[in-house]
């Protein structure tokens, strides 16, 4: 049974930093694309980050800069790294293997003073 497992979220002050973790089991991600993805209350889900199984990244243009996608296939484990937080970043933050019908309970990120 796959299981994907998001951690790392909390309550961080604007201008701080958190890093995310989603690790991936009941499969074989090494091969698929990942992706991080967000829902703000009231908001559709919308896409953060991903990285194909080579490594190449993409990012949203509200993180691009702040926010630095990564993995490692050896422990089938996605990270997000978040510098810079944002009020506006305030979400759930979901790992999602692209193409598949996969998605993790999500790990809540909220900045604030």
């Known amino acids: 049974q796959v299981r994907l497992v998001e951690s790392g979220g909390g309550l961080v002050q604007p201008g701080g930093s958190l890093r995310l973790s989603c690790a991936a089991s009941g499969s074989d991600f090494r091969r698929s694309a990942m992706g991080w993805y967000r829902q703000a209350p009231g908001n559709q889900r919308e896409f953060v980050a991903s990285i194909t199984s080579a490594g190449t990244t993409g990012y949203a243009d509200s993180v691009k800069g702040r926010f630095t996608i990564s993995r490692d296939n050896a422990k089938n484990t996605v990270y997000l790294q978040m510098n810079s937080l944002k009020p506006e970043d305030t979400a759930v933050y979901y790992c999602?293997?692209?193409?598949?019908?996969?998605w993790g309970q999500g790990t809540q990120v909220t900045v604030s003073s």
């Open positions: 999602h293997p692209i193409g598949t019908g996969y």
